[in-house]
């Protein structure tokens, strides 16, 4: 198994402390090996050990969903004086730029929530794990993250790599659905599948196209007021 690379750490002004950087890499990559051991050795493990890994994981993906799952045309910050008291001085408009370095994050977010489940895909491959992960809390955040919808229409997480990725770690998952949870799970689980087959079949290609039309004429907006502010 090849652990995902990290990025590496951004060159700072001499006498800058890089210890809040050094830190958050080494906790990620000591949460890599922790959760590849431990579901290397599930079997031999106290269920309150895999339990405390898996609500860890479990957390880090919920927190990597809210950052992915960004509506960027209510996001985006509003024109205002402030903004036009900020204009720099090569005439570049700061909502532009705000807008478009949330583009930026959002694509950035959604990328290392994919490479998240990339990691998540061989942690699922011991079946003492795949059976505490087909519990409800599990499968709702990986069905949020391959189906829910804005109110727009168009999907949250706007990666299809990272939603197929959700959709095969769910596929790992589920078939310890069949001793460990409730049939009203299951039901919910085939329910929420089959509307996103039919979203995916005839509502998100419409709303989709509506979203980019909008997207470009933000864009669009944006250019106009650097004209006019020229």
């Known amino acids: 198994y090849k652990v995902t690379p990290l990025p590496r750490l951004p060159l700072t002004k001499p006498g800058v402390s890089q210890l809040s ?13 922790l959760a590849i051991s431990t579901g290397t050795y599930a079997d031999k493990l106290g269920p309150k050990v895999v339990q405390s890994l898996l609500d860890l994981l479990c957390s880090q993906l919920k927190n990597l969903l809210s950052q992915a799952g960004v509506s960027l ?45 990339v990691f998540l895909r061989r942690v699922v491959s011991s079946k003492a794990i ?26 949250l997480v706007g990666n299809l790599r990272t939603r197929l990725l959700a959709l095969h770690v769910l596929e790992a998952v589920l078939p310890a659905c069949e001793a460990s949870v409730e049939n009203d799970q299951i039901t919910q689980v085939v329910e929420r599948l089959f ?10 290609p419409i709303a989709q196209a509506k979203h980019t039309i909008q997207m470009k004429e933000k864009e669009q907006e944006l250019k106009r007021q650097v004209q006019d502010n020229s």
């Open 21 to 33: 950087t050094a830190l958050k890499v080494a906790s990620t990559r000591l949460l890599q090996i």
């Open 73 to 117: 045309l209510t996001a985006s910050p509003g024109k205002n004086q402030e903004n036009q008291d900020r204009k720099s001085e090569d005439g570049a408009d700061p909502e532009k730029t705000d807008f478009r370095a949330l583009v930026r994050k959002q694509h950035t977010a959604e990328l290392h929530l994919g490479d998240f489940l």
């Open 130 to 155: 795949q059976s505490k992960m087909s519990s409800p809390k599990w499968t709702e955040v990986l069905l949020n993250i391959a189906a829910q919808k804005c109110c727009s229409g168009v999907p």
């Open 195 to 204: 509307s996103l087959l039919a979203d995916c079949m005839w509502e998100a």
